[in-house]
């Protein structure tokens, strides 16, 4: 990046840096606490104990990495506060406390920001502009570091999302670099910080193999199977053991490695999160609902036999559906390795260097997204980050990112139900979206429409949906025996456009034609 790209992207760096400050005094989720309590379990606690803790309901239930990262961050927490690493005080909160772990996100957000800046270095230049602002990289650095959805999340929801997607978006900036063992390194490491990451193992897995382990093709872009390197295989496989003896380690010299899978895997929390993540499952517990009022109304089922439990109630234990079958564990995994297969399929046969991979990537992450177990509505962000950077190269991926990106954030809303964060969330959307809409539209004003009608009245209509939800609902009677109505109406409407825009990547990169170039490649 040159001297100028550097100036304009430490001021976008410094401006969003300056509003996370801001946000510090904001609501947080009981996320916070969460936190905390793991600050004061990893200080106090020998390492035997860690994930057997469990006087405070929020138990310790990330891999060992993010562990020992609360370690550290604890011994720099108890000169802000020493009564924030007491593990009985429970729910405990002081301005040091708040201050300190709002700005431990904002310091490890230094990550994120370098991340940004290699994968801008990745962007591929054709496009040139003699205004910086319609320049691909530019336009990306926004999309990334001012992310809505990542803000909201993390600087007032709380969480540490930054860092984690920082290390992930450097994985897949050496990878475009052709710099396989660190992107493998990076990816193995995030993997022991936060298990979510798995979602997008097979392309990482994938596409290592067939870029590194495999160091050439035929003219036909067909595998040349004679190219397979021994030494590359045995590289990556010490990388993967390397990291997880380090982590994993510990545990399994003490004996405690099913304790700590039970933790990380606790599949007892049933089929969705007390928020419905806009998924496919939000419209099959919608459907089962709506068949269900229309089958008391027939008298085709039992009152009596019903389950009282609501999937919208905020609970988040297992249920059964009353008309629908029920969903099990190993279904939603059967669904999600279904899913999945295209995909692998495509980078595999169809490969297309780096751009196949954050393709395959994306489409991993909405699959994962799609039929997972108990997905919460956050992970949305595991496909909306790596696909900023398809939407600044294509117009066909810029318009499944504005429709993706609408509609994931928007699902986002409920998170943030105070009064006082309500403009927030609404302006800062506002500006997002607007800027992602009008510097995407500049970037390929020569090509056709990013969105034909039917997409944009669709997403034309989140508007009044938010006012009956923010303003209409609470003023009427249905708000007191029908609390959940908002919810469903969010969950069920954005899975719609969350299930078009994965289905419509699909379709893109399944009929996708490989040029001469690329098979050569």
């Given at each position: 990046?040159?001297?100028?790209?550097?100036?304009?992207?430490?001021?976008?760096?410094?401006?969003?840096?300056?509003?996370?400050?801001?946000?510090?005094?904001?609501?947080?989720?009981?996320?916070?606490?969460?936190?905390?309590?793991?600050?004061?379990?990893?200080?106090?606690?020998?390492?035997?104990?860690?994930?057997?803790?469990?006087?405070?309901?929020?138990?310790?239930?990330?891999?060992?990495?993010?562990?020992?990262?609360?370690?550290?961050?604890?011994?720099?927490?108890?000169?802000?506060?020493?009564?924030?690493?007491?593990?009985?005080?429970?729910?405990?909160?002081?301005?040091?406390?708040?201050?300190?772990?709002?700005?431990?996100?904002?310091?490890?957000?230094?990550?994120?920001?370098?991340?940004?800046?290699?994968?801008?270095?990745?962007?591929?230049?054709?496009?040139?502009?003699?205004?910086?602002?319609?320049?691909?990289?530019?336009?990306?650095?926004?999309?990334?570091?001012?992310?809505?959805?990542?803000?909201?999340?993390?600087?007032?929801?709380?969480?540490?999302?930054?860092?984690?997607?920082?290390?992930?978006?450097?994985?897949?900036?050496?990878?475009?670099?052709?710099?396989?063992?660190?992107?493998?390194?990076?990816?193995?490491?995030?993997?022991?910080?936060?298990?979510?990451?798995?979602?997008?193992?097979?392309?990482?897995?994938?596409?290592?193999?067939?870029?590194?382990?495999?160091?050439?093709?035929?003219?036909?872009?067909?595998?040349?199977?004679?190219?397979?390197?021994?030494?590359?295989?045995?590289?990556?496989?010490?990388?993967?053991?390397?990291?997880?003896?380090?982590?994993?380690?510990?545990?399994?010299?003490?004996?405690?490695?099913?304790?700590?899978?039970?933790?990380?895997?606790?599949?007892?929390?049933?089929?969705?999160?007390?928020?419905?993540?806009?998924?496919?499952?939000?419209?099959?517990?919608?459907?089962?609902?709506?068949?269900?009022?229309?089958?008391?109304?027939?008298?085709?089922?039992?009152?009596?036999?019903?389950?009282?439990?609501?999937?919208?109630?905020?609970?988040?234990?297992?249920?059964?559906?009353?008309?629908?079958?029920?969903?099990?564990?190993?279904?939603?995994?059967?669904?999600?390795?279904?899913?999945?297969?295209?995909?692998?399929?495509?980078?595999?046969?169809?490969?297309?260097?780096?751009?196949?991979?954050?393709?395959?990537?994306?489409?991993?992450?909405?699959?994962?997204?799609?039929?997972?177990?108990?997905?919460?509505?956050?992970?949305?962000?595991?496909?909306?980050?790596?696909?900023?950077?398809?939407?600044?190269?294509?117009?066909?991926?810029?318009?499944?990112?504005?429709?993706?990106?609408?509609?994931?954030?928007?699902?986002?809303?409920?998170?943030?139900?105070?009064?006082?964060?309500?403009?927030?969330?609404?302006?800062?959307?506002?500006?997002?979206?607007?800027?992602?809409?009008?510097?995407?539209?500049?970037?390929?004003?020569?090509?056709?429409?990013?969105?034909?009608?039917?997409?944009?009245?669709?997403?034309?209509?989140?508007?009044?949906?938010e006012i009956f939800c923010e303003i209409i609902f609470p003023l009427t009677p249905w708000k007191?025996?029908?609390?959940?109505?908002?919810?469903?109406?969010?969950?069920?409407y954005c899975a719609l456009g969350v299930t078009y825009a994965w289905l419509k990547l699909y379709?893109?990169?399944?009929?996708?034609?490989?040029?001469?170039?690329?098979?050569?490649?």
């Amino acid at each position: 990046m040159a001297a100028g790209g550097r100036s304009w992207f430490r001021a976008l760096a410094l401006g969003v840096s300056f509003l996370k400050c801001l946000l510090i005094p904001a609501y947080y989720s009981t996320d916070f606490e969460v936190h905390r309590n793991w600050l004061a379990i990893t200080h106090n606690l020998p390492l035997s104990q860690w994930y057997y803790e469990a006087t405070s309901e929020w138990t310790l239930d990330y891999p060992p990495f993010f562990a020992w990262f609360e370690y550290a961050l604890s011994h720099v927490a108890k000169y802000f506060d020493p009564k924030m690493l007491v593990i009985e005080n429970l729910n405990y909160t002081s301005r040091a406390t708040i201050f300190f772990q709002r700005f431990s996100v904002i310091f490890t957000d230094i990550l994120f920001i370098y991340a940004v800046r290699e994968c801008c270095r990745c962007v591929n230049g054709k496009r040139a502009a003699k205004d910086i602002l319609e320049k691909p990289t530019f336009i990306l650095a926004v999309l990334l570091l001012w992310n809505f959805g990542l803000l909201i999340v993390d600087h007032i929801h709380f969480q540490y999302n930054g860092f984690l997607f920082g290390l992930m978006l450097l994985s897949v900036a050496r990878l475009c670099q052709k710099r396989y063992l660190e992107g493998a390194l990076l990816f193995a490491v995030l993997l022991h910080f936060k298990h979510i990451y798995m979602y997008v193992a097979p392309a990482y897995g994938i596409y290592l193999l067939r870029s590194y382990c495999f160091t050439a093709n035929n003219a036909d872009g067909s595998l040349k199977w004679r190219s397979f390197s021994f030494l590359h295989v045995t590289l990556l496989g010490l990388i993967v053991c390397l990291v997880s003896a380090l982590s994993l380690g510990p545990f399994i010299v003490l004996g405690q490695l099913p304790q700590v899978i039970s933790r990380l895997f606790p599949f007892k929390r049933g089929l969705c999160h007390a928020y419905w993540a806009p998924n496919f499952w939000a419209l099959y517990n919608a459907m089962d609902k709506a068949l269900t009022i229309f089958g008391l109304k027939c008298n085709f089922l039992d009152p009596t036999k019903i389950p009282r439990a609501s999937m919208t109630g905020g609970l988040v234990q297992e249920f059964q559906h009353t008309v629908l079958p029920s969903v099990t564990p190993l279904a939603t995994l059967i669904c999600t390795f279904i899913s999945i297969l295209p995909s692998v399929f495509c980078l595999w046969f169809k490969p297309q260097g780096p751009r196949g991979f954050l393709q395959c990537l994306v489409l991993c992450a909405l699959s994962s997204f799609m039929f997972g177990w108990h997905v919460h509505e956050k992970a949305i962000l595991l496909a909306i980050l790596p696909l900023s950077l398809l939407s600044v190269q294509r117009a066909k991926d810029a318009g499944i990112y504005l429709i993706l990106t609408t509609t994931g954030h928007f699902s986002l809303f409920p998170l943030l139900f105070t009064a006082p964060e309500l403009p927030i969330k609404i302006l800062l959307m506002l500006l997002f979206t607007v800027y992602s809409f009008s510097s995407l539209k500049s970037l390929f004003r020569r090509e056709r429409p990013l969105l034909n009608w039917l997409e944009t009245i669709y997403l034309i209509q989140l508007v009044p949906l938010e006012i009956f939800c923010e303003i209409i609902f609470p003023l009427t009677p249905w708000k007191r025996h029908f609390p959940f109505v908002p919810l469903l109406l969010t969950s069920v409407y954005c899975a719609l456009g969350v299930t078009y825009a994965w289905l419509k990547l699909y379709v893109s990169v399944l009929t996708e034609r490989i040029s001469v170039r690329q098979k050569a490649e």
